[in-house]
């Protein structure tokens, strides 16, 4: 069960202007609200002048509602409706009804025009609304785009919400996931950095927590027997609790948390295993816990979550396909994507188990143990992986990033896991997306964006557009067609 993104309580305020006949703005909305159900608050207050405004919102705040949408009835009054966004602590969405419900003369309310007024005002008073594509229809219409609306208004509100705990610093050689921190409070989020010794002492004062034969069977039974170690779950259980307590007790004014760790070379030894199972168990709940302090990694699998009411994870992009791989498996069976659509995305083991193959299992790091144990010897300290190939699904490859200049970009590209076995270790799966490989030349390479993506496990392309959008981030990148060259593209090529 998520229990770390926000609920999302609708509200809807109708605005109409002095010259037209209120009772379009007031019927209209009462038609909206019918057709929607009992999910929103229909505040009575039909706003016409800045009095007006101030007792709608006064009202809606009373019945704490934490996103609203602003329904021009009729053509609206420019500056009490644009002050309504002002003046309301959360995201607002601007639509406009169509006309068809009356005559043309009486009847007519012109919100088409009024929305034009209304994006105009919110623009000279630098206020930030969701406005859909288009924003002006009936009812139906309306509840459509009021729809599409919550979890873009989720995935606002949890990152205003945000605290972002680290334990670093960062590996060395991993300056990729190294970005300034003042991206993070333009948007909104806290931060709050500390040392792997912060975590370790913590760590050590859980032992013999009485809470830990409790999350050790749920561990066991998640997994199920032959699937795990049975001499790791005790000290894993115990770091478990360790971050769980420590996300409770560091909020602090912030309602939501997300960690970016440390993970090697010294973790492992330090506390006896790898902790990326614990971390797949955590995002599971809606707690992400990105590896190798990936602070931008974290901010962007929790933005994942709140727009997919699901569970993410983050991921290398990693590996080429090897060509006897695609030619055996893809070519055939997925004719429409090219050997360099496609690519493995990897991490040791952090992705939730719900998402992986049924093979799914608690094995060791091999990259970490040729690094940390002896050669020649069975894994010790550096077992505690989640590994196996994620399941096929529908996914969305995305990325939040502060450049090394302060300027936050990302980009969004939509694709899906391929029901094919990887042949090879850790969480893995073999990705397609479209126009992979100039979007990974042009994008990727192009902009420098560093090795982790994160990736939500459905289409949810067009929301998390919308959420960068109204966080103000100017650079959204894609993965453009053919027909639609990269600025960096070379015609000739």
């Known amino acids: 069960m998520m229990t770390n993104i926000p609920n999302v309580k609708l509200g809807i305020i109708a605005v109409s202007r002095d010259c037209f006949p209120i009772a379009l703005s007031t019927q209209r909305r009462k038609n909206i609200v019918s057709k929607y159900g009992d999910d929103i608050y229909e ?3 039909t706003v016409e002048n800045e009095l007006d405004m101030l007792k709608a919102v006064e009202d809606v705040k009373k019945a ?53 007024n209304a994006s105009y005002n919110l623009g000279m008073r630098h206020l930030e609304a969701y406005i859909p594509e288009y924003p002006v229809g009936t009812a139906d219409d309306i509840v459509k785009m009021i729809k599409d609306f919550v979890p873009v208004a989720r995935a606002v509100i949890g990152v205003k919400n945000l605290k972002i705990i680290t334990f670093g610093p960062r590996p060395q050689d991993f300056f990729a996931c190294n ?6 409070y333009e948007i909104g989020v806290e931060i709050e950095e500390n040392s792997e010794l912060d975590l370790l002492v913590s760590y050590r004062k859980h032992k013999n927590d009485p809470r830990i034969p409790e999350v050790c069977a749920d561990m066991a039974k998640e997994m199920g ?36 760790d440390k993970c090697w070379p010294a973790f492992p030894e330090e506390f006896g295993f790898e902790p990326c199972y614990v971390n797949s168990r955590l995002v599971s709940r809606g707690i992400p816990v990105a590896c190798e302090v990936d602070i931008y990694g974290a901010l962007s699998e929790y933005i994942g979550m709140c727009v997919s009411a699901d569970t993410v994870t983050l991921l290398d992009i990693n590996n080429s396909v090897p060509q006897y791989i695609f030619d055996e498996d893809i070519k055939g069976k997925y004719s429409q994507y090219t ?25 060791y790091q091999l ?36 450049d090394s200049q302060g300027n936050l970009r990302s980009y969004i590209a939509q694709g899906e896991i391929l029901d094919v076995p990887t042949r090879s270790f ?20 192009q902009k420098g964006y560093p090795h982790h993506g ?23 990148a894609y993965n453009q067609p053919k027909s639609l060259p990269y600025p960096t593209e070379n015609p000739f090529a």
């Open 225 to 260: 027997e032959g699937k795990y170690y049975k001499e790791l779950n005790e000290r894993m259980a115990q770091f478990e609790l360790t971050l769980l307590d420590w996300a409770e007790e560091h909020k602090g004014a912030r309602q939501f948390v997300a960690f970016a």
């Open 426 to 445: 850790g969480g893995i799966g073999i990705f397609a997306i479209p126009e992979m490989g100039r979007f990974y030349r042009h994008v990727l390479v």
């Open 179 to 184: 970005a300034p921190i003042k991206g993070l």
């Open 64 to 116: 704490e509602c934490n996103a609203l949408v602003v329904f021009l009835g009729n053509f609206g009054p420019e500056t009490p409706e644009t002050l309504i966004a002002k003046n309301f602590d959360g995201p607002c969405m601007f639509v406009a009804a169509a006309e068809g419900d009356g005559d043309v003369i009486n009847g007519r309310g012109d919100a088409y025009c009024g929305m034009l």
């Open 43 to 45: 505040c009575q207050i």
């Open 339 to 363: 050997l360099t659509d496609t690519f493995m995305g990897f991490h040791c083991g952090n992705t939730p188990e719900c998402k992986l193959c049924s093979d799914r299992a608690v094995k």
């Open 367 to 402: 990259i970490q143990h040729r690094l940390l144990e002896p050669e020649g010897s069975e894994p010790d300290f550096t077992r505690g992986t989640l590994e196996g190939d994620l399941a096929a699904s529908d996914i969305t490859f995305y990325r939040l990033q502060c």
């Open 454 to 476: 994160a990736v939500a496990f459905a289409h949810v392309g067009k929301y998390l557009f919308e959420v960068f959008k109204f966080l103000g981030i100017k650079d959204i």
